[in-house]
């Protein structure tokens, strides 16, 4: 065990290396630059900001001095946002993202694993039948297309739902709901299939034929073999949700990391980019780690080499 996490770590340093590698001269190899768009400024003002930030430099000197900085904890200062750090930046706006993101997977879980549940226990039945047409509608419809006919139903329309930023519970209602609407249809048919093909396996009928009932047999052997699948969708996907809800946050006027991102790419802003997404590839591959070890917690027999 202490063996393969060691070595997954490794990988993962060295996934996200690659990664900042490629964001680094990917971005630097886009036509323009951070300050081009300034209109009200002149050339030459241009190219004294470039010198003070460094950016008239050649770009294995930046990539080497960057690369540098950020091994000490120094991710630079913002290009747009003059005065601020990177750092600051995104640990101001990580928490926003986070604490949305952790309540849409919550929310996701404890109403997605429920219906997959039901739907197997009830397989052919009208109720399957109806868990199942939702659950494909919930995967078809973007989060963008869910986040607009919330904001006109109960924001717009019977106006009882707050529908700018999250100043109170209510206001959590909506977002939280846009972003879970996806992860739960997915987990829902997920769990479904999963659980119908354990349900199918002999120590299954074994345990039907001692007389167990199927309600006890179902989530007493099945369930826990079944949610696998599941426990490895979740890592990857908090990190998704907490990273990739820019657009809800867009729609909803959320001061998160996600319409930082965006805005740090329409602005060139080389250095939140970097930030960013280094942030970014840290969640997705701790999330990928802990699932594989969390794979070991709920099943035993699983050996990790």
Avoid: W
């Avoid at 770590?9 to 768009?37: C, D, K, R």
């Avoid at 900085?69 to 630079?76: A, E, S, W």
């Avoid at 907490?242 to 319409?259: A, Q």
């Amino acid at each position: 065990m202490t063996k393969y996490i060691i070595k997954r770590v490794a990988m993962g340093l060295l996934s996200i290396f690659i990664v900042a590698t490629l964001t680094f001269f990917l971005m630097n190899m886009v036509p323009g630059g951070p300050f081009v768009a300034e209109k009200s400024i002149s050339k030459a003002a241009q190219e004294a900001l470039a010198s003070k930030y460094g950016l008239d430099k050649p770009i294995f000197e930046r990539y080497v001095t960057y690369m540098t900085d950020f091994l000490k904890g120094d991710m630079g200062v913002s290009l747009r946002q003059r005065g601020r750090t990177v750092s600051e930046i995104i640990f101001s706006k990580f928490p926003v993202s986070a604490g949305l993101a952790g309540i849409a997977v919550f929310v996701a879980l404890c109403v997605g694993i429920p219906l997959g549940c039901i739907s197997a226990y009830n397989r052919g039945k009208l109720s399957d039948n109806i868990i199942i047409v939702l659950g494909t509608c919930g995967i078809a419809i973007p989060s963008f297309i869910s986040s607009v006919l919330l904001l006109y139903t109960f924001g717009s329309r019977l106006n009882i739902l707050p529908t700018i930023g999250l100043n109170d519970a209510a206001s959590y209602i909506m977002p939280v709901t846009a972003l879970a609407i996806y992860p739960t249809a997915y987990i829902t048919r997920l769990m479904r299939s999963s659980l119908l093909d354990v349900m199918g396996q002999d120590y299954i009928r074994t345990a039907k034929a001692k007389g167990l009932s199927s309600f006890v047999t179902l989530f007493k052997h099945a369930l826990r073999n079944a949610i696998l699948p599941v426990v490895t969708y979740v890592g990857p996907m908090l990190a998704s949700l907490m990273t990739g809800s820019f657009v809800v946050e867009k729609i909803f006027t959320i001061p998160g990391l996600g319409r930082e991102f965006v805005s740090s790419i329409s602005n060139r802003d080389y250095t939140m980019i970097m930030g960013t997404t280094i942030i970014l590839a840290t969640l997705i591959i701790a999330a990928n780690v802990i699932v594989d070890i969390l794979y070991k917690v709920i099943d035993p027999r699983i050996k990790l080499k």
